[in-house]
């Protein structure tokens, strides 16, 4: 289980604890090894030179001072946060680094019967290097030098064909890096996970009812509990609404592309009106608002009675993209019948799923 938390600012905030290699100083280091060699024979030439470093490693050099002389860069950097308070202990300080090796050679010459043959040599070598700025560390066990663009040119003369004068220029960059363990905030991206397959709205098949015109997790008004699903208009000339909101515990995300599905069919002359027909408009919204409820963008559709099957359901679907700022949204049905108005009509199966995030980021949840 990793090192987390969570704050609000004003957002609530995924916060992990993870070690990460910050890098103290930098340097270009070049180290120059000069020396003559004795061929086995005598040569005409030196066709050319390979080499390579063997054994070839990097330590820091550290000394202890008092941790006064930093107070001011610690308080700088926080490094309390790091574990390390300049009260308790004396300063590990990294002001060199020491780089030695085995310059490891093979060297290719022409014989007296222009025979190109070859022998090997191996130079040790050592060099320290002395930082322009001294680092403080936290940990010495922490710390570690990291060598990057390791390049070597040789040069030569043949002397007497048979002595060698060789200079090997190795050229590379230096790295004190110091693993340092911080708490790094990994939202807002931890919070843009698309799940995809998930529907996003509490009992959508309206299943759980407090009483016949009460369902638990949606908002009605002038609704019925009516055999599998929520019926809109228990008074056919009175309007109807059902209604649910999300927020973003459950993932609404910004720049996600949502889709809207249900069941809708309609239930002619449901109550009898003097001089009554079917005649109503239903209205899907899908609502996105910000942090401080203020609507910002959605969709919204709507069927009239002949658009709507009568005794049999249609599905219907549309979607709808939150915008950069949405934290919540509001899914709702309204139904707005005439006066003289005798159907009513029933909403069943009611999914909201996010379908894609543009930015290209969301993470995938398998349903079990």
Known sequence: MPIQYFYSEPDNVLCVKIKV????????????????????????????????????EARPIFVHEDGNRWISTIEQEGWERFGWHFTEHRLPVVK????????????????????????????????????????????????????????????WELRRGSRLQQTGIMIFQVKVVEERQIFVQVCPQLDRKCARGVNLLK???????????????????????YNSGALLGNIPNVEASLFQSIDRQGNIVPTAEYRLCFDVEEVPGFREVLGGTASFN????LLFYDIYGNLVNGETRSWNAGQIT???????????TAPEEAREALVRFIFEPNALNTSAVVIDNVKLECMRVQNQYYEQFTQG
């Open 310 to 320: 009568d005794n049999a359901f249609t599905n219907f679907c549309f979607n709808a």
């Open 96 to 155: 060199k680094v020491l780089v030695s090796g085995t310059l490891h050679k093979q060297i290719y010459y022409v014989d007296k019967n222009d025979t190109v043959k070859h022998v090997g040599e191996d130079i040790p070598f050592a060099k320290d290097v002395t930082l322009d700025v001294a680092q403080p560390v936290v940990n010495e066990e922490d710390v570690v030098i990291q060598l990057h663009h390791k390049m070597i040119d040789m040069r």
């Open 203 to 225: 009992d959508g098949s309206f299943d759980v009812w407090g009483t016949n015109t009460t369902p638990v997790f949606w908002g009605a008004g002038n609704v019925l509990r």
């Open 282 to 285: 239903l209205t899907a919204e």
């Open 21 to 56: 290699p910050v890098v103290l100083a930098e340097d270009e280091v070049q180290v120059i090894v000069d020396n003559i060699a004795a061929l086995p024979e005598l040569a005409q030439k030196i066709d050319h030179i390979d080499a390579r470093l063997n054994n070839f």
